[in-house]
């Protein structure tokens, strides 16, 4: 029975797709089979779409996250690439000022160029550690420079690094000579970078702002005419024997990387200082003579 019912089923759907060919009665029919069915298509395949469309998008989103970030680890490298370039050039520019400023001020003269490793943290001392020590001829009261005037000395030095007590440091004391007139006097330090003080200097003498300082050479520790400072304000107090003056260091104290050692001929210093004894003695010897004349 059911195969009886299989076969007029088969001759059943035979008959109709000739008559479909044959003919152009079905078509109308498809059409409106067609226009009911295709919106029961659209809410079948709905759900299946929503989630290849979930899909996607979420593929997608966690591309452009990885994209983002690793766009940013890029930029991060290339930013600090960037900075260290600049930081070399700086440094070259640096190292060729200091070599330039030796090749100038230091004829026949011993220098050693070090960098700076550490500054001092205490805020009452003004001191940097360099990375030059005793076993590289480094000795304690050595004068140290950058590319454009004195910095300090050294204060203490072991085989492998040296402390260098900066101009600035209350301790530090420098005999100086005005540039203009050959006045000569002694710069202290203020405790603050870029802070120093022309001291015991009579309110009569002739200091003015912009007068250039350099080292005189007394002392025997600073050679002769190196930058110290600018002097850049003056003020008198009434009835004081003395006025104020402040200075500022030629050397950028809380910048240079690059330091400058030098071995100041001592027998130059000793030539100075032997000069100055000896115009002492002459210029008090008038006095003298007219005193024993009494």
């Known amino acids: ?71 940013r680890v890029q930029k991060m490298l290339l930013d600090a690439q960037l900075q260290k370039s600049f930081e070399l050039e700086r440094e070259n520019n640096q190292l060729r000022a200091l070599l330039e400023s030796a090749k100038v001020q230091t004829a026949n003269t011993k220098v050693l160029v070090a960098q700076v490793l550490a500054v001092d943290s205490d805020p009452f001392v003004q001191e940097v550690i360099i990375d030059q020590g005793s076993a590289t001829g480094i000795y304690v009261g050595q004068p ?26 209350t301790r530090s004391a420098i005999p100086i000579e005005l540039v203009r007139n050959g006045l000569r006097g002694i710069v ?67 910048r240079s990387r690059l330091v400058l050692l030098i071995w100041p001929q001592q027998e130059k210093l000793m030539q100075l200082v032997q000069q100055e004894l000896t115009e002492t003695t002459k210029a008090s010897k008038p006095f003298k003579d007219m005193h024993s004349n009494e």
């Open 1 to 71: 029975m059911r195969g009886l019912q299989t076969l007029l089923l088969i001759l059943l759907a035979i008959a109709l797709l000739v008559f479909d060919y044959r003919t152009t009665y079905f078509v109308k029919i498809r059409l409106i089979l067609a226009t009911i069915v295709t919106p029961l298509q659209y809410v079948v395949s709905a759900p299946f779409d929503l989630v290849d469309w979930m899909s996607t998008s979420l593929t997608t989103q966690k591309q452009l996250l990885a994209e983002n970030t690793r766009l």
């Open 144 to 169: 140290v420079l950058d590319a454009t005037g004195i910095m300090g000395q050294v204060v203490s030095t072991v085989p492998t690094v040296s402390r260098i007590m900066l101009l600035s440091d």
């Open 188 to 254: 202290v330090g203020r405790g603050e970078y870029g802070q120093l003080a022309l001291v015991h200097i009579p309110e009569a003498a002739d200091v003015k702002v912009g007068d250039q300082l350099v080292s005189s050479g007394l002392g025997q520790r600073y050679p002769v005419g190196y930058p110290v400072g600018v002097v850049t304000h003056t003020k008198h107090y009434s009835g004081q024997p003395f006025m104020e003056i402040a200075v500022q260091p030629s050397a950028a104290l809380d």
